[in-house]
């Protein structure tokens, strides 16, 4: 006597019946990076088929994002002159970008990156001092509520910076309106090599290892994320998400918190290059979405949603 399992795969119907996990167009939060300008649309040169867009620009595709079933952005705002007191200018590019955005589509979830790489000289995600970091990425998080963000996604991993921006929500009776998700299991990772050139973050010298988590821990990832939790965090983020599949998953099994796995610039690159090249088909990006949810995800930041959605890839 022997277990038939290959009953249940005889053809696609049958297959799909016993389907155990699946991919859905709410399941995908599109990032999207704005830059200064009007009428500006341009290809990013190291990651195909994602763009910087002025806001006019990002409005006009958004519509047709949106009329296809997107239900979620996550904002990067790059801007042209550096300094950090730009991030919490009420009138600064990415505050101007929210509103816009939210007033054009206001059942968007509009969530906003919270972090300084993009605003400061040596393009690290700091100041020097933690404490100081966690103050000013505490006003950043408070501009970007006030524009109309419903979520707010520290990423720079200062110890402390969800504590500091859920006590700034409150102070401004913000934090039952705004949300925090945190990038709380980010590593330090070769995997953002495309993203940088994106974000125009790439740290001048040394690294980010002194912030970002060692990629060979996995239970310092599981402290990391409970210490968010204790300090007010709604989601939970594991970047990247297609190696760190057995982050999602512990995280998935020890905390009742929403995980989101972040699908990565190199990734992407990765995946696609597979496809582009014809070693791999499509189905190469469905295979590696889809584990992450198996993994536990229940979400997914990823550069392959405007495609998807374009071409009507799901339901
Ligand atoms: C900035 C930030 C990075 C990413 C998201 N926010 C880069 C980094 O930490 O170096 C990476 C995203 C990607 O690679 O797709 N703190």
Redesign the pocket.
């Given at each position: 006597m022997f277990k038939r399992f290959r009953q249940n795969r005889k053809d696609e119907a049958t297959r799909l019946a016993n389907r155990e996990t699946f991919l859905k167009n709410e399941d995908l939060i599109m990032p999207i990076f704005i830059v200064p300008g009007e009428n500006v649309k341009e290809e990013i040169s190291s990651m195909k088929d994602v763009y910087h867009y002025s806001i006019d620009t990002c409005l006009e595709d958004l519509k047709l994002f949106v009329e296809k079933g997107l239900q979620s952005i996550l904002i990067f705002g790059v801007p042209n002159d550096k300094g950090v007191e730009q991030a919490y200018d009420r009138k600064g590019l990415t505050q101007n970008a929210i509103s816009a955005i939210k007033e054009a589509f206001p059942t968007l979830e509009v969530i906003v990156?919270v972090?300084i790489?993009s605003y400061t000289h040596d393009g690290h995600?700091h100041v020097g001092d933690n404490d100081k970091t966690c103050e000013l990425l505490a006003e950043i998080a408070l501009s970007y509520a006030e524009a109309g963000a419903d979520v707010v996604a520290p990423?720079?991993m200062m110890d402390g910076r969800v504590h500091y921006i859920y006590e700034k929500l409150k102070a401004n009776n913000l934090e039952k309106k705004v949300t925090i998700m945190s990038y709380a299991a980010?590593f330090s990772s070769t995997?953002?090599g495309?993203?940088?050139d994106a974000?125009d973050?790439a740290p001048s010298s040394g690294n980010?290892k002194t912030y970002?988590m060692d990629y060979a821990n996995g239970d310092e990832a599981i402290d990391e994320i409970q210490a968010d939790i204790n300090e007010g965090t709604t989601s939970i983020i594991v970047k990247p998400a297609l190696i760190y599949n057995d982050i999602t998953r512990r995280a998935k099994e020890k905390f009742d918190k929403e995980i989101v796995a972040?699908n990565?610039?190199?990734e992407y690159n990765m995946v696609l290059n597979m496809v582009e090249s014809g070693q791999a088909s499509e189905e190469m990006i469905f295979e590696s979405l889809i584990s992450m949810k198996r993994a536990g995800a229940s979400r997914i930041i990823t550069y392959f949603s405007g495609w998807i959605l374009r071409e009507g890839k799901l339901v």
């Open positions: 990156d972090c790489c995600c990423s720079d980010k995997f953002y495309p993203f940088r974000a973050c980010r970002q972040y990565v610039s190199g």
